[in-house]
């Protein structure tokens, strides 16, 4: 069924364990996403855990949120995207969801302010860049940090970060306020899209006690 979100013309779907219908965008990365997160499982963790807090950086459309709320019904998932278009469609699609909060922010090492860049790698490949001042069409930056401090928990079960390089930011400094509370760490690196990505994840990673594998395209850190 077709449907206009916010001026963007959308279909829904239907899918097994999912409660309510997906809204997606028809010829855009929104069917890729579609079917690695739903079909292909990407972020199905490899053993039984029962989180409590979830924090899904990189929202995009809500498709992750939308999986963790079915997954762990139990767990208050935060939900965190910067570009405007990406996240109407996050806030429709997480609206059934009651314990699904969300943001509209990018995430940062420190509360600067940024700018939200096409570089051609469409809907799914936005990138922030700091920026010296506020301007306009600027949003304000949101620390891991922070959102943790404002959830009422003690610890984030999950982190998923799919943040299109801003790794490179995130990991470069002040981590040490959060990353030795995350229990789960799943995420995927974009040194192409900015470089110094991985070594400053893997830098700041290899100060804590964390064992790595992978999850389809994405990394997991387990804390030990």
Excluded at 1 to 29: A, H, L, V
Excluded at 71 to 98: G, M, Q, R, V
Excluded at 184 to 191: A, Q, R
Aim: with cysteine; net charge negative.
């Amino acid at each position: 069924m077709s449907n206009i979100i916010d001026g963007q013309i959308t279909k829904s779907i239907e899918m097994s364990d999912i409660k309510f219908p997906i809204s997606y965008r028809p010829d855009t990365t929104d069917t890729i996403l579609l079917n690695s997160i739903f079909l292909n499982n990407q972020y199905k963790i490899p053993f039984e855990i029962n989180p409590k807090f979830i924090i899904d950086g990189g929202g995009n459309v809500g498709f992750t949120a939308v999986y963790f709320a079915n997954k762990y019904p139990d767990a208050t998932i935060i939900s965190i995207e910067p570009e405007s278009s990406n996240y109407k469609i996050l806030k429709h699609n997480t609206s059934f969801y009651k314990n699904i909060k969300t943001i509209q922010s990018a995430l940062w090492n420190d509360d600067a302010e940024v700018k939200v860049v096409d570089i051609g790698h469409r809907e799914w490949g936005f990138i922030v860049e700091p920026c010296v001042k506020e301007v306009e069409d600027t949003i304000r930056a949101i620390t891991i940090s922070s959102i943790l401090k404002n959830s009422g928990f003690n610890e984030i079960d999950i982190l998923k970060l799919d943040i299109e390089g801003s790794e490179r930011e995130v990991f470069s400094s002040n981590y040490d306020q959060w990353l030795s509370k995350v229990k789960i760490l799943i995420i995927e690196i974009h040194d192409d899209m900015k470089i110094g990505s991985k070594e400053n994840v893997f830098n700041a990673i290899s100060q804590y006690n964390f064992e790595m594998s992978s999850l389809g395209e994405n990394l997991i850190f387990i804390r030990k």
